[in-house]
Each structure stands twice: as C-alpha cells, then as structure tokens.
C-alpha cells in the first residue's frame, strides 16, 4: 500500500472536469487498496505535501496551474513522483500555439493557423489584422484560446460577421488565442498509454461523432449520452495506421512520457493533428477510459498502470 495524493480542481476553467476526474481515480485508488489523500490547489499545497509525504501524486488537473508544468516543477522540487509528463513536455503541450509549431518542424500535419496574443491586440492595433488572416486561412475556421481545453471557448465561424463575437469569447479564456483552419472530417482521439519498461502504443482509435449540426465541444464532450463513439473507428485500416502512426510520432516528438491524449481529423488521407493533452479526462465520457476498457484494460486496472509508472520512475528524469 502506498501514501498518495490526488490533485484535483485548481484554479483554471476546467476545474469541474477536474474535480469529476480526481474523484473518480481516487476511488479507484482506494478500492486498490492505498491509502488516499485528495487535494486541491486552492488549499495551501505545498505545506501539505511537505506535511503528508507521500509516496506519489496522482495528477488529475486540467489547464493553467495543473497541466502546463507548474505543479510538475514544484513536485519535483519536493521529490515527490508523479504521473504523467515532465514540465517541459507539459508546458509543450498546455500551448497549442507552441505545441503546432512542434509539429510542424517535425514534419507532422497540423491545420494552418495564425496566433494573436491580448497584448498585441492594446498596444499593437493587431484587430486591424484579424479578417486579413481569417481571409487568408479561409472559412470556415476554429477560433480557440491556446491554453484551455476541453473545448472551451472554442468557436466555429463561417464568415467575417462572426469573427469578433468568437474573438471575444476566446480572449474570455485566455490572453492568447489561435485562428485555425476547420478541417472537415472524421474525428478521431487516439489515447495512449506507455507502461513502466514498455514503448508507448495507442489503446485504440476512438472515433467522435458528436450530434447532428454540433461540433465537440464542452457541452457535447461532457453531457452523457449526447456524443456517439464508435471504438475502434470505422475507417479502413490502411487509415487507421496512418492515424494511429502519426498520433505516436507527436506523443514523441512532444516529449510525452506515461499517458496522453492526441486529437486529430482524419481529412481525406491526411491526420491532422489538432492538440496532444497530456492529463486527459477520466470521467464516465472521457475518451481514455473508453478506450482501455474495449482494448480489455478496467479502470482501475488503468489507474494502476499510471501509477505503478510513477512509483518506478526517478524523479529527476522527467523533461
């Protein structure tokens, strides 16, 4: 039995999705019989770990403060392990901004985009060059903050008239924001999971059919029943390995270590990479757990894999 720690909630606009998944993960750590102390960031962290030592964190935040290396850093400067990637990796990932341009020099497929910071936008004029580069991406397109997930201010917008309104909303998320390009096709979420001594493999591909007219977004990736799966995805199998093959070439080139998630669009041949989470969800909708469980992996058998990976891995070897 082990002394651990889940973190969970924190400050970001994620926190429910957060606290949903740590709940959920330190049940499945207590039934594995360990002894579990569930904190949030907003309490005083770092004197509480000081105080419990434990012989893990378990790492169930989503968004700023959680998944972009701040909490990876500062359990490292405690020596304590933890799951999931290093802070370099973390703060790879958290910036969707930083991370497609990664991909990019990786020779990896990732939809055009254009970034503008709030910044830029005061002290800059950078407005007057929104709807030239909305023209030059073409519509429709993907307005998104860069460092949120779970589809949170995220906007489709098919013409010039809307561009402002979904502007707005995303700056509502965060400082800075991405103008990308919608790539129409077949969604596809590709968890992957790397186990203590093993290379990392995909649990399978997790096809998204959100409902009808919609796209998935918050409200669709997390109200029950109202997002289809189709596990593994019905595409053919010579797409399926360019997928599946694609998904892991970023996991990598990323630096990702333990877990992650890579969103992509299957568009024609091409898999477009959209983003690469490396604390994805585990609640009852979230595309991870699904995934192990029709590759034959239970829950709490998953939740054992990622934190066996912790307990053997040296702290000071994260990136």
């Not at 997790?206 to 289809?228: H, M």
């Not at 189709?230 to 093959?245: F, K, L, N, Q, W």
């Not at 054992?304 to 994260?318: F, G, H, P, R, S």
């Amino acid at each position: 039995m082990a002394r651990l720690v889940v973190l969970r909630g924190g400050r970001s606009m994620e926190r429910d999705v957060s606290l949903a998944t740590g709940r959920r993960v330190a049940h499945a750590l207590q039934r594995l019989g360990h002894e579990v102390h569930e904190l949030d960031l907003e309490e005083r962290l770092t004197e509480t770990l000081v105080e419990l030592s434990p012989d893990a964190a378990f790492v169930c935040l989503h968004g700023i403060g959680g998944e972009d290396g701040t909490v990876q850093a500062l359990l490292e400067a405690l020596g304590i392990p933890y799951t999931g990637s290093g802070p370099h990796a973390s703060v790879r990932c958290s910036d969707k901004d930083y991370a497609k341009r990664l991909l990019i020099s990786a020779g990896l497929p990732t939809p055009p985009f254009r970034t503008f910071t709030r910044r830029a936008m005061r002290e800059m004029g950078a407005a007057a060059a929104l709807e030239p580069a909305a023209s030059g991406l073409g519509y429709p397109l993907a307005v998104k903050p860069c460092r949120e997930g779970s589809g949170l201010g995220l906007s489709r917008v098919e013409g010039a008239e809307a561009l402002p309104d979904a502007v707005y909303e995303a700056f509502g998320y965060d400082t800075k924001i991405l103008l990308e390009r919608w790539v129409e096709g077949t969604e596809i979420a590709v968890p992957i999971l790397e186990p203590p001594g093993e290379p990392p493999r995909a649990l399978g591909l997790v096809e998204i059919r959100p409902p009808e007219g919609a796209y998935y977004d918050f409200q669709a990736k997390y109200t029950p029943g109202a997002t289809d799966f189709a596990i593994p995805a019905e595409i053919p199998p010579e797409d399926a390995a360019r997928v599946e093959e694609t998904a892991l070439t970023a996991y990598r080139t990323l630096g990702c270590s333990s877990f992650a998630r890579v969103d992509l669009v299957l568009e024609g041949e091409t898999p477009w990479v959209l983003d690469v989470k490396t604390i994805p969800g585990f609640t009852e909708t979230s595309t991870l757990p699904l995934a192990a469980e029709a590759a034959g992996l239970d829950f709490d058998e998953l939740v054992a894999t990622i934190l066996e990976t912790a307990l053997e891995q040296e702290v000071a070897a994260k990136l």
